[in-house]
């Protein structure tokens, strides 16, 4: 079978980073990123054009300058197994820290999530890069960078070692023999690592899955190799199409490195696509949408969270570029990095650095429904990705892209016509993992 792209979207409510103006927009709700309605109706349409999943992005610590939707949101598993009760198919993919989270309590709101949904739940496994995290746990100060990817490591193998806690036939509820349990078949993980001591077991079987999918979106040399080690799904960074490539290429070569089949890692690239009746209406709309989110105090604010949620507000904004590369081991290290890097080098004023992050840069799904269609293909097939992430400033958005771009996928086999599967990872063409327990068993037998 040839190979089809895959969907997800992920909705931002009244506006994500770099989307200073949504909120403002007559059609986007003021109350969206609270409103459970918003996100089932999402699903619903998302689930309706066939979609893979819906992705819900968190953080644990905001200040007033952050993005509208990150100032009020639902937490991502409450609000996931609210819509998993009004959704059949679509994926449910929820972020949560391997940084500020314990991996018992985690594995088990997961695993709940996974049966809610009849096997649709998916991890995206993320670091923490908001340095002020710490103090809402208790913490002085924000782990350093190789012990939060040496700690989300051994806490995905936590994870799945307390998913196996119940074997599939552990539970044979045979009355006449007065057997609900098989207690040959429940087993403890007794666990002893650097960063965790679990003993297990779990206290809830496996679902129709057997796992929820583990999501990482790794940028760093660390993030791609824990992506390359543990992922099923990987949100990439995206940039150009060149860039998309590297990266591909990059994460299914380490993939491989690991002794892992390239194809059970799904690479998803960002996209927002603008769709309009016609290229030129798509690219005076993606104007548009660039004068409305263009807000220097945001874009400066947006910058600080690069390095820790710093305030560059008291620094001259024409003086040169400061030096923060101090800041930026305990946050988003490599995107900062690049940032240093390119004032350096430019000579770049720290005003100039920060009105570069919202630059206009014609993006590459913008235009009428066979245009957009035609560069989807050729990403696709340049080896850029084997999804796409999907965000849309209104529903509105999504319908012209579910009505007009679609259909055209489809034509095109590019895409599926039916769902094939009940589960997320059956979408993904993902395999069920065997339990270890069983696995093991029948390894002795056949020794």
């Known amino acids: 079978m040839s190979r089809t792209i895959h969907l997800a979207l992920h909705p931002y409510g009244v506006g994500g980073p770099g989307q200073h103006g949504l909120w403002k927009d007559p059609r986007v709700a003021k109350n969206s990123s609270i409103d459970v309605r918003h996100y089932i109706q999402q699903a619903q349409a998302a689930e309706h054009a066939l979609f893979d999943a819906l992705f819900i992005v968190d953080s644990q610590f905001i200040n007033a300058t952050y993005p509208a939707h990150y100032l009020n949101r639902l937490e991502p598993l409450t609000l996931l197994s609210a819509v998993a009760t009004h959704t059949s198919r679509i ?21 709940s999530l996974d049966h809610i949904s009849g096997g649709r739940a998916g991890w995206n496994v993320v670091t923490s890069f908001d340095t002020g995290t710490s103090r ?15 700690r989300a490591l051994e806490f995905v193998e936590v994870a ?5 806690s119940y074997e599939d036939d552990a539970f044979p509820a045979d009355v006449e023999r007065g057997v609900f349990l098989d207690p040959d078949k429940l087993h403890a993980l007794d666990h002893t690592g650097e960063h965790f ?7 809830i079987s496996r679902s129709p899955q057997g796992q929820p999918v583990i999501f990482q979106a790794g940028v760093s040399d660390e993030g791609r190799d824990l992506a390359a080690r543990v992922a099923e799904g990987v949100y990439a960074p995206g940039g150009s199409l060149e860039q998309a490539r590297e990266y591909y290429a990059d994460v299914k070569k380490r993939t491989v490195s690991y002794g892992r089949d390239p194809e059970h890692i799904k690479i998803f690239i960002h996209g927002s696509p603008v769709v309009a009746t016609t290229d030129e209406a798509a690219r005076g709309r ?4 660039y004068e409305e989110d263009d807000d220097f105090d945001r874009n400066l604010a947006l910058l600080g969270r690069s390095f820790g949620a710093h305030d560059f507000g008291a620094y001259d904004l024409d003086a040169p570029f400061p030096d923060v590369a101090h800041l930026a081991e305990k946050g988003g290290r490599t995107g900062a990095a690049r940032i240093i ?6 000579n770049l004023t720290l005003r100039q650095v920060a009105a570069s992050l919202n630059a206009f840069r014609p993006a590459p799904f913008v235009g009428a429904p066979r245009t957009v269609a035609d560069s989807i293909e050729r990403w696709f097939d340049a080896g850029t990705f084997d999804g796409i992430n999907l965000a849309f400033r209104t529903a509105d958005d999504l319908d012209l892209f579910v009505d007009g771009v679609v259909p055209i996928l489809q034509k095109r086999g590019l895409y599926r016509t039916e769902y094939r599967a009940d589960t997320l990872r059956g979408h993904l063409g993902l395999p069920v993992p065997a339990n270890r327990y069983t696995r093991a068993r029948g390894e002795r037998r056949h020794a």
Do not use: C, K, M
């Open 91 to 111: 994926g449910l993919v929820g972020t949560a820290s391997s940084t500020y989270n314990s991996p018992f309590n985690l594995a088990r709101r997961f695993a």
């Open 136 to 150: 809402n746990f208790g913490l002085d100060e924000h782990l350093d960078y190789a012990t939060r990817y040496g």
């Open 160 to 164: 799945r070692g307390l998913w196996d």
């Open 197 to 203: 001591t679990v003993a297990g077991p779990l206290n």
């Open 286 to 289: 993606e104007r548009e949408i």
């Open 341 to 346: 890097e390119r004032a350096r080098q430019d």
